[in-house]
């Protein structure tokens, strides 16, 4: 069984700055690739970064040069620095995280529950 706990969201003005963290637990071998997603009411889930463990690293567009993806594949974690927020980046994010599972190292993808980030003056 894996689980995986999101957590750093919060509320924030425009150009504040947040962390968000997303630990995994269980029976894991490795991670293969971590992400975080964002959904906001009305629109469709999107990418906001991408990193596998060949440190092949993808942003979305509306978030390049502000938001840092980082893992620790030691801790099962991934890490989303969200600098010089802005109310359109108001959605609720979450991290999935692509695993191998032993004994037959089979992939499978494993998702956070979601926090809530609300950027407003």
């Known amino acids: 069984q894996v689980q995986v706990l999101e957590s750093g969201g919060g509320s924030v003005q425009p150009g504040g700055s947040l962390r968000l963290s997303c630990t995994a637990s269980?029976?894991?071998?490795?991670?293969?690739?971590m992400a975080w997603f964002r959904q906001a009411p009305g629109r469709e889930r999107e990418l906001v970064a991408s990193?596998?463990?060949?440190?092949?690293?993808e942003y979305g567009e509306s978030v390049k040069g502000r938001f840092a993806i980082s893992g620790d594949n030691s801790k099962n974690a991934v890490y989303l620095q969200m600098d010089r927020l802005l109310p359109e980046d108001t959605a609720e994010y979450s991290c999935?995280?692509?695993?191998?599972?032993?004994?037959?190292?089979?992939?499978?993808?494993?998702w956070g529950q979601g926090t809530q980030v609300s950027v407003s003056s």
């Open positions: 990193l596998s463990t060949a440190n092949d690293v």
């Open positions: 999935r995280l692509r695993v191998q599972i032993p004994p037959r190292l089979q992939w499978a993808a494993f």
């Open positions: 269980g029976n894991i071998a490795s991670i293969v690739t």
